[in-house]
Antibody
Framework: QVQLVQSGAEVKKPGASVKVSCKAS????????MHWVRQAPGQGLEWMGW????????NYAQKFQGRVTMTRDTSISTAYMELSRLRSDDTAVYYC??????????????WGQGTLVTVSS | QSALTQPASVSGSPGQSITISCTGT?????????VSWYQQHPGKAPKLMIY???NRPSGVSNRFSGSKSGNTASLTISGLQAEDEADYYC????????????FGTGTKVTVL
């Protein structure tokens, strides 16, 4: 079955960077865009951007441009999201999510289990 | 890009039907037939319930249905069950040139 497995929880200091991984299985990794979404404690979902695993092309939400980098390693079907210059308000659960259908605009399914990133001095 | 507007909470008794609204603009909800709905139980990852306004993924109960009129999309849950108590988020595609998305503010559904 289609599955996304993310790396474990991280604790970082303000100003540091964090890199979260998302290993895909059960489908052709290069055939579907991968999206990243975050959720601060007690808050709603926030879309961060996507990566095209086939070409490596990316698009980031304006809020994160300059601080986020999404990459992939097709040899191990893994996508990565790196966020730099961390602040306390970056404390959140970060999710990867596969586009359901290989077509623009459709929904995200499935989602990874989430990775808690805590930013604290 | 501003978040789509949802009611903070909706409640209903078992067996009843409830509807959650999701209001955006002509640049997102009203501009594309690409509205999705997600269910999220506490401590769990979101689960896709509806995509492209009214389509259900395989395995999702037909008690869940979606629709759209103008800049407002809606999710209806019929025959409300205790397991439906969760947070629900809508999402919309917002740009055909850069493939961007926006989520709703979220709605807590309580089964009385």
């Amino acid at each position: 079955q289609v599955q996304l497995v993310q790396s474990g929880a991280e604790v970082k200091k303000p100003g540091a960077s964090v890199k979260v991984s998302c290993k895909a299985s059960g489908y052709t990794f290069t055939g579907y865009y991968m999206h990243w979404v975050r959720q601060a404690p007690g808050q709603g979902l926030e879309w961060m951007g996507w990566i095209n695993p086939n070409s490596g092309g990316t698009n980031y939400a304006q809020k994160f441009q300059g601080r986020v980098t999404m990459t992939r390693d097709t040899s191990i079907s893994t996508a990565y999201m790196e966020l730099s210059r961390l602040r306390s308000d970056d404390t959140a659960v970060y999710y990867c999510a596969k586009i359901l259908i290989a077509a623009a605009g459709t929904g995200f399914d499935p989602w990874g289990q989430g990775t808690l990133v805590t930013v604290s001095s | 890009q501003s978040a789509l507007t949802q009611p903070a909470s909706v409640s209903g008794s078992p067996g009843q039907s409830i509807t959650i609204s999701c209001t955006g603009t002509s640049s997102d909800v009203g501009g594309y037939n690409y509205v999705s709905w997600y269910q999220q139980h506490p401590g769990k990852a979101p689960k896709l319930m509806i995509y492209e306004v009214s389509n259900r993924p395989s395995g999702v109960s037909n008690r869940f249905s979606g629709s759209k009129s103008g800049n407002t999309a809606s999710l209806t849950i019929s025959g409300l069950q205790a397991e439906d108590e969760a947070d629900y988020y809508c999402s919309s595609y917002t740009s055909s040139s850069t493939l961007e998305y926006v989520f709703g503010t979220g709605t807590k559904v309580t089964v009385l």
